[in-house]
């Protein structure tokens, strides 16, 4: 799925799967925070562009999508008897973020900013389908099954998304330098106990 729907360059250091089942409460709050990050994104974005009418309905759904997931994710944990805690920064989505172009033309940057969610949306859905067949908890198996799932149509969405306000041959080229970026910050990243990313 990685290579050929998410078109990723570098697939998840397999070590992940298993530091992350080691400390499922720690990537419980990370994931947790990552679902609220997405929800504050989509909103972020008809905020900067409400005149872009397509933009905003398919936002306005990805919000609430991305909200009931915050909300599934917190039930996990309350389950397991764990709280929420702090957030803590995630350098994965820090480091890729620094590549939305700024002081460019506002349909470029709204490009960008799609991408790189895109991006987001197809790396997290690399690691669900990972904590989907590796981990020995089946409700979590489930669950992650379902949400991979969704982050697989979160990310169509966006790069359809952008393909509605810049030409198809322009997004093509700039999600293929963002894909080679991506793989570089993965690249460069230590698999951590405590992250999602």
């Known amino acids: 799925m990685a290579k050929t ?113 895109a991006l987001i949306e197809a790396r997290s859905c690399e690691r669900f389908k990972l904590l989907w067949k590796n981990i020995k908890d089946e409700e979590l198996q489930k669950f992650y099954y379902e949400l991979m799932v969704s982050e697989a149509g979160h990310y169509v969405s966006y790069v359809k998304l952008a393909k509605e306000y810049m030409p198809k041959e322009v997004v093509d080229a700039r999600l293929k330098e963002l894909l080679e970026i991506e793989a570089t910050i993965i690249a460069s990243l230590e698999p951590r106990p405590d992250r999602m990313h």
Request: glycine content about 4%; aromatic content about 6%.
């Open 5 to 117: 729907i998410l078109r990723l360059e570098l697939p998840t250091d397999p070590r992940w799967v298993n530091i992350a089942e080691m400390n499922i409460r720690d990537i419980l709050v990370d994931h947790a925070f990552c679902e609220q990050k997405a929800a504050s994104s989509g909103i972020s974005l008809i905020v900067k562009y409400p005149d872009k009418t397509r933009l905003v309905e398919e936002m306005t759904a990805l919000v609430a999508e991305e909200w009931s997931h915050f909300e599934r994710v917190l039930d996990e944990l309350k389950k397991r008897g764990y709280e929420l805690g702090r957030n803590r920064p995630d350098e994965y989505v820090v480091q890729l973020s620094k590549h939305i172009r700024k002081g460019d033309k506002r349909e470029r940057q709204l490009m960008d900013h799609l991408l790189v969610n």
